[in-house]
Nanobody, 125 residues
Framework: QLQLVESGGGLVQPGGSLRLSCAVS????????IGWFRQAPGKEREGVLC????????YYADSLKGRFTISRDNTKNMVYLQMNSLKPEDTAVYYC??????????????????WGQGTQVTVSS
């Protein structure tokens, strides 16, 4: 059974860092695209970053460049989101999502086939 499980969320002060992890089971990541999305209260879910062998790392918001990075370890079936210089506006539930039939990234939620349950990130002093 395919599962994505996020971890690493929490409460952090502005300017701090967090590293989110996404463990994928029941599926071999190989070259498939996997992304991070986030959803703040009262807002739609939005793309953060995606990674694939075809596209490399794809950012879906300019405000994240230089602060967030994505990486993957196919040998461990893990994907990571390193978040630095966090701001209160980064507060959201963060989800990892897998495109099970595509090697290409997308910023559209409907093009992802599998989702984790999410992990809460709160940036506040």
């Amino acid at each position: 059974q395919l599962q994505l499980v996020e971890s690493g969320g929490g409460l952090v002060q502005p300017g701090g860092s967090l590293r989110l992890s996404c463990a994928v089971s029941g599926f071999t990541l190989d070259y498939y695209a996997i992304g991070w999305f986030r959803q703040a209260p009262g807002k739609e879910r939005e793309g953060v970053l995606c990674i694939s062998n075809s596209d490399g790392a794809t950012y879906y918001a300019d405000s994240l460049k230089g602060r967030f990075t994505i990486s993957r370890d196919n040998t461990k079936n893990m994907v990571y989101l390193q978040m630095n210089s966090l701001k209160p506006e980064d507060t959201a539930v963060y989800y990892c999502a897998l495109r099970g039939v595509s090697y290409f990234c997308s910023g559209y939620t409907e093009e992802y086939d599998y989702w984790g349950q999410g992990t809460q990130v709160t940036v506040s002093s």
